[in-house]
């Protein structure tokens, strides 16, 4: 054999030789562990079964409080080796034609799976989910198509304030509103009904609460406010249910509580009694309640006759607590009713005492002073003057 011919044999056996060693290769780089990333197409006899949905379920109804909302399924089983991971899809169709939100690759929890969304659905629309487990190699069915619905949040109105407003002959007004509107799927929807002593609302003077029922609406609790003050106040809705569902404030009504003062009994003198039940209108003003009283039984002096403007102030204040202050040693003692009382001091049931008159025993002048707290083991209930 020639040269030639040797050399074109040799070339021949060198090309097979790395022909078949380039095709061992190929075989040798696919792999029979179940286990390897390179794992060509399914692994045949691995069964994956289906997840089941748990959150959202069907038909519920997501509120906006409750967005990004929260997927759940419980978990698939696998006769596989590799570990499973899913796919949550959620589309604006049945059909799954129009996805909104798609994600791979997550890893399963213990025995539940769950996938928070990173942002909230549009509201006011129906929503389809579903979910499958994969290992890689072998997927899983999806899971049954579930839908919901993300409802539109609840907007309340302005609650518009219609009375009182001005001047008014009470003090113990009803106040009169008329419902700003509403709408979603409010629950239960309350007015809370502020009044203050300034403008700007740092001073609250009290506090109702109504049931919202549309249309107009009275509140009337028999509050009694102040005398001759002026009032503010607003209304605001809000649904109970639903903690991010407030009105706005109402605008701001103002009233002035212009109750015709009581006309002065004449002074009778000596210690006799005019007549003080007229002054209950002052029990707000504990000042001014010490004068009417005073005006009318125009005491003289000495204890006794002060006691008779001390006794009838408590009675009036009894509403409040207001009681005689027992004084078993001193000076300016009173015995009535098997006690010894102060006779220009008052008390309540925590021991707390107020001066209702100056120069007690003398002069025996109209006052109101905080003295400060006893024992309340001092303390007796208001007992009527006439008894």
């Known amino acids: 054999m020639g040269f030639t011919s040797r050399f074109r044999t040799a070339l021949t056996i060198t090309i097979a030789a790395i022909s078949l060693a380039g095709a061992a290769g190929c075989q040798m780089s696919k792999s029979s562990n179940p286990l390897s990333p390179t794992v060509a197409g399914p692994i045949a006899g691995v069964v994956i079964t289906t997840p089941i949905g ?3 379920g069907q038909d519920w109804q997501i ?3 409750d967005q990004p909302i929260k997927l759940m399924i419980q978990n698939a089983d696998t006769s596989g080796v590799r570990t ?6 959620v589309a604006s169709d049945a059909a799954f034609n129009q996805i909104v939100y798609k994600k791979t690759g997550v890893s399963a929890g213990n025995v539940t799976t769950t996938l928070q969304l990173p942002d909230a659905l549009p509201s006011g629309r129906t929503y389809w989910w579903r979910a499958r487990a994969e290992d890689g190699a072998n997927t899983g069915n999806y899971s049954k198509v579930v839908s919901f619905s993300a409802v539109a949040p609840v907007v309340l109105g302005t609650p518009n304030v219609v009375s009182p407003s001005g001047t008014i002959p009470t003090a113990t007004p009803a106040f009169q509103i008329s419902s700003g509107g509403k709408s979603g799927p409010y629950e239960h929807v309350i007015w809370t009904l502020q009044v203050a002593n300034d403008a700007g609302f740092s001073s609250i003077a009290a506090v109702f609460v109504a049931d919202e029922n549309g249309g107009q609406k009275t509140i009337n609790e028999n ?4 005398n001759n003050k002026t009032y503010f106040w607003r209304v605001q809705a809000k649904d109970i249910g639903d903690s991010q569902a407030v009105s706005n404030w109402s605008a701001v009504l103002s009233f002035t509580t212009a109750v015709p003062a009581p006309t002065p009994p004449p002074p009778s003198g000596g210690g006799a009694v ?8 002052y029990t707000g003003d504990p000042g001014r309640l010490s004068q009417c009283v005073h ?11 002060a006691f008779e403007v001390t006794k009838r102030i408590a009675w009036l204040l009894r509403g409040q607590g207001a009681g005689e202050l027992i004084k078993n040693g001193g000076e300016n003692i009173v015995s009535w009713k098997g006690y010894s009382f102060a006779a220009g001091r008052i008390c309540y ?3 707390h005492i107020y001066k209702v008159l100056t120069d007690v025993g003398g002069g025996n002048g109209a006052g109101w002073a905080d003295n400060g707290f006893v024992d309340p083991s ?5 007992i009527n003057p006439g008894s």
């Open 63 to 65: 509120r906006l409080r």
């Open 378 to 382: 001092l303390y007796v209930p208001a």
């Open 349 to 351: 049931p925590d021991g």
């Open 274 to 281: 005019g007549n003080w039940q007229q002054c209950s209108v």
């Open 54 to 56: 748990v959150e959202p």
């Open 223 to 226: 509050y009694t406010f102040l």
């Open 295 to 305: 005006d009318a039984v125009n005491p003289g002096q000495g204890a006794e006759a």
């Open 84 to 89: 499973l991971s899913y796919t949550f899809e």
